[in-house]
């Protein structure tokens, strides 16, 4: 079946580094990607939408300069977080899809853990 | 806006025991609903979903039927096996076809 990579599985870094977290489709093309952030014991919150080839659409209360998103290819979407703080620890996950967002075609990351020192 | 709330786990069974996972929601409208279950070191994988009310979805022995009148969409099933022991999350589509979810619900069986 589909299958979403995400890379890295867990990084650790210094506050005010940048980090880059991959999302690869493997085996199918996606034209719409997701990005998720998950906060210990609490619900994923999207951060935005991306489509290849266009911007993304970020959700209300999402820095779009400190979280860029691009999705450059139809199996690659990247999530940059800048300038990190410790606030940014986090579980970021991504999704994708075939066409449109319907759930039941939706594939999900392993997601990706973020420690900023 | 829309939401969706789950019971707070972890849920501790023993193996062949009956599992019940709370899950409300508030929309507008009549969402879509779903469940997503998470096995450590893994993504989310749909579980089952239902899209209009009284359907009920089934996959691998849990159930969840689409309760309108009471806004809940509760997993069920009848004997849970230790490879159960996994995090649940109950979702809903909204109507820009976004996933909202709950907070998840950890599920530990014991054998």
């Known amino acids: 079946g589909a299958v979403v990579s995400q890379h890295p599985s867990w990084v650790i870094c210094k506050s005010g580094t940048s980090v880059k977290i991959e999302c690869r489709s493997l085996?199918?093309?996606?034209?719409?990607m997701f990005w998720y952030r998950q906060f210990p014991k609490q619900s994923l919150m999207l951060m935005a939408t991306s489509n290849e080839g266009s911007k993304a659409t970020y959700e209300q209360g999402v820095e779009k300069d400190k979280f860029l998103i691009n999705h450059a290819s139809l199996t690659l979407s990247t999530l940059t977080v800048t300038s990190a703080h410790p606030e940014d620890s986090s579980f970021y996950i991504c999704s994708a899809s075939v066409g449109r967002a319907l759930a039941n075609v939706l594939t999900f990351g392993a997601g990706s853990r973020l420690t900023v020192l | 806006g829309d939401s969706v709330t789950q019971m707070e786990g972890p849920v501790t069974l023993s193996e062949e025991a009956f599992l019940t996972i709370n899950c409300t929601y508030t929309a507008t409208g009549y969402p879509s609903l779903f469940w997503y279950v998470q096995y450590p070191g893994e993504g989310l994988q749909l579980l089952l979903k239902a899209t209009k009310a009284d359907d009920k979805g089934s996959n691998k022995g849990f159930e969840a039927t689409y309760r309108k009148e009471t806004t809940s969409f509760h997993l069920e099933k009848g004997s849970v096996q230790v490879s159960d022991s996994a995090v649940y999350f109950c979702?809903?589509?909204?109507?820009?076809?976004?996933?909202?979810f709950g907070s998840g619900t950890r599920l530990l069986v014991r054998p």
């Open positions: 979702a809903l589509m909204d109507s820009s076809y976004k996933l909202i």
């Open positions: 085996d199918f093309q996606a034209t719409t």
